[in-house]
């Protein structure tokens, strides 16, 4: 045993297998659950679909590849031996291919099963004996002598060794085989153009014999379309025994092999693999179960003849009419169960039937108790009805044979009608349970979305409720990561589980816990065997990728019993489109953020732009149009109504002379100086503005006290001081003549006509301007 064996004190098995929803495969699952919770090793299932597969429904069936990069998991060193169930995993592969799949897990021990593999120890099925006793009975119970097969792919080995089987029959009966009585299909139940053609190929088939019980159900669609009763029109014959077999009508004759104890026995020798390094290379056996589709009648009563000869040996045979009745998960502890406790009702009637014969006033109520007290709520999951019917109606018949008077006999047949009447009661009732259990399931399904969108985009409380709601629906554990960000994965691409994952919730049975996000990232290497795990419990858990077409969003590990497999799919369905809206919310408040900031972006751009328009460049006063709108603002405010304000009206002496004398920059300064002196003329709450060359208009409230005089001699002064100052190097004065025009605020008032008024009393002032050139005698003084 290995280091790592020996240091953990549980071992870990990997199962890998196709849709845990085929029955098939389902059957692996429980067999392999019963044989690992029986010797306390912790096992993962890893449910990918067919590798390389080629569906009929190619729209629904576009993204099935997804469920493949779960077998990356498989490549987790944690594990002490896998579990691939290759036979329907590769069964589109060719061997080659299927010896590149299982070489990627190099590191592993690997037990293949239902397809050898050459460097691999492998559970097989016996594909004959079974398929033989099918054929056989075709032949020489209903004289078929034309009769087709539906193989499945020519990659599988089962398909190959079962179509060689069909051959081989025919030619031990003289049949001739011919190629047109052959369709090729792909162990789905979607074949029916396959099957529909063989049919309009071949209309006098006698019967049909599918490669396995999925092709059948195709099969049984295809002859519906065309008016073509099976067990009637032509005879049909599956392979697998799926529980499927007995839903169709009619019931499916088939192949059992026990599925159950195939996943079961490949647990023990993988178990044995890992302590020991042998195994042994166990075939799995098989052998026919006639229902109605092969044209018998009475199916239940011709396999239990088959079975012995003397049917008033009934208390003998019990076992054996019990494996009979109980024909699904034939390993289980339930199904055993169930088979003993019926064993001894079947014992019970035939004692009863003694004490029919001795005693008139005999009534067997204990048989009515031990009955009602066996078909609990699980019981038809372990049978179907139409077999148990025909099964206590064989016993019925038997019985009936060893009573000699029609007294005994109606007593006998009134015990009957009681015991069907009870087993009717108890079907129904059980038939509603699960009926509320159903809507139950669907009702907290379709509220795993609902409690997703009812959390913001942001918050991971909406994971927890995701994980309380499964622990509702028979999940027993579970464990919800989620990728940070989504990862898209097209097909032929090698899938890598990304570095940034994020554990959002978990239920481990001791605790109900939404992680802080600090506590969330777990490595790629770490999915199997976080810290949350419960060490100290066994399980069997069961990983499923979560994703939308290309897009994939987290996984999926959790713990539930096989018959409760069927719910993951609309639970998943559920899951991923909340992931999807989560996502699509999270990007959606990303570009409202995102486009919020640029509306303010937007809108202190627009005021910059406009304050900017609204400027004048050189001087930092406004420009016309700025005047214009703050000086209307001004006087037309209702707070200023009936105020009193003047217009001023400034025009720079001698612009022309300046810039021709001294260049335009002096100009320039010149401007800029008239600028300064307007703005320091006043005390705030003046309006300033260049209308442009070298006038200069202001509008203030002035006040009753302030004269037109005094602004004009503010103005002189603050002249004088610029000129000694910042003019004291210029070869000229910068003084600007002024018009004064004083008024009242009236929202009526248009500023065009106030400067008007303004631009005439300049008009009056420019007459007695002086010279702005200084003359040697001033230029002297100031050196």
Known sequence: ????????????????????????????????????????????????????????????????????????????????????????????????????????????????????????????????????????????????????????????????ERFEVYKEVLTEYGIEYDENKVAYGNFSRHVENEVGALLDR???????????????IGGYKA???????PGTDILVTGFDDDPAATDLTPHLTTVAMDSTELGYNALIEAVNYINDGAIQQETISSKIIIRNSCGCIDAASAELNALHNDPKMIAEHADDICRTIFNRYRLSNTSIRYRETFADIIKELCTSTERIKQDNDFDPYHIFEQLEDTITEDFFDFTDLETLYSTMEYIHSALACTLESKTEQLRLNSLFIRLYKLISEKNIKVNHMKLRSNILMTRLTNMVTRDMLAFDAYED????????????????????????????????????????????????????????????SIAPDELLTNKYFDQGRRCTMICVPLFTNEEHYGLLICELEHQYFGFLPPLTVQLCAALKMVVVMKNQKIIEKQLNQSLIEIRENNQL??????????????????????????????????????????????????????????????????????????????????????????????????????????????????????????????????????????????????????DALLYSQKKNKLSVIKSEREKQNRE
């Not at 990356?72 to 060193?77: C, W």
């Open 1 to 160: 045993m290995s280091e790592k064996t020996v240091s953990r004190r549980r071992l870990r098995v990997g199962l890998l297998i196709s849709n845990p929803e085929d029955e098939f495969d389902n059957a692996v699952c429980e067999g392999a659950m019963i044989a690992a919770q029986h010797f306390d090793v912790d096992m993962f299932i890893l449910p990918g679909r067919y590798i390389d597969a080629q569906y009929a429904d190619k729209i629904r069936t576009a993204y099935e590849y997804q469920y493949n990069t779960v077998f990356e998991l498989a490549k987790d060193k944690s594990f002490d031996a896998l579990l691939v169930l290759i036979g329907t995993i590769g069964s589109h592969l060719d061997k080659k291919r299927r010896e590149e799949f299982l070489r990627q897990f190099s590191d592993v021990p690997i037990i293949t099963l239902t397809s050898q593999i050459n460097g691999y120890p492998c559970i097989t099925v016996d594909n004959r004996t079974g398929l033989k006793q099918v054929i056989k009975h075709l032949i020489e119970a209903h004289s078929c002598f034309k009769i087709g097969f539906v193989s499945g792919p020519m990659t599988s080995d089962d398909a190959v």
């Open 202 to 216: 071949c209309p006098d088939l006698d019967a049909i014999v599918f490669s396995n019980d999925q092709m059948a």
């Open 223 to 229: 002859m519906e379309v065309r008016g073509i009763r």
């Open 461 to 520: 409380g909406a994971f927890l409720s995701v994980v309380d709601k499964m622990s509702r629906i028979h999940v027993t554990s579970s464990y919800l990561y989620v990728y940070e960000k989504i990862v898209e994965h097209h097909k032929g691409e090698e899938w890598k589980y990304p570095d940034c994952i994020k554990l959002k919730a978990y239920n481990n049975l001791k605790e109900l816990k939404l992680l802080p996000p600090e506590e969330q």
């Open 609 to 758: 732009l406009d304050e900017l328009s609204k400027q004048d460049a050189l001087t930092g006063c406004l420009n016309r149009r700025g005047f214009f709108e703050a000086a209307r603002k001004l006087i037309r405010s209702e707070e200023n109504e009936g105020c009193s304000a003047m217009m001023i009206f400034a025009d720079l002496d001698s612009l022309k002379t300046i810039n021709d004398r001294f260049g335009h920059e002096e100009g320039d300064f010149a401007i800029r100086g008239i600028a300064k002196i307007l703005s320091s003329a006043f005390r705030g709450g003046e309006v300033i503005g260049r209308l442009g060359g070298d006038e200069f208009v202001v509008c203030v409230l002035s006040g009753e006290s302030l004269s037109a005089s005094a602004i004009r001699s503010r103005i002189d002064e603050i002249s004088a001081e610029f000129n000694k100052n910042e003019g004291r190097d210029k070869e000229f004065y910068v003084h600007a003549s002024v018009g004064v025009y004083p008024f009242k605020c009236n929202s009526n008032d248009e500023i065009g006509e106030l400067l008007s008024h303004a």
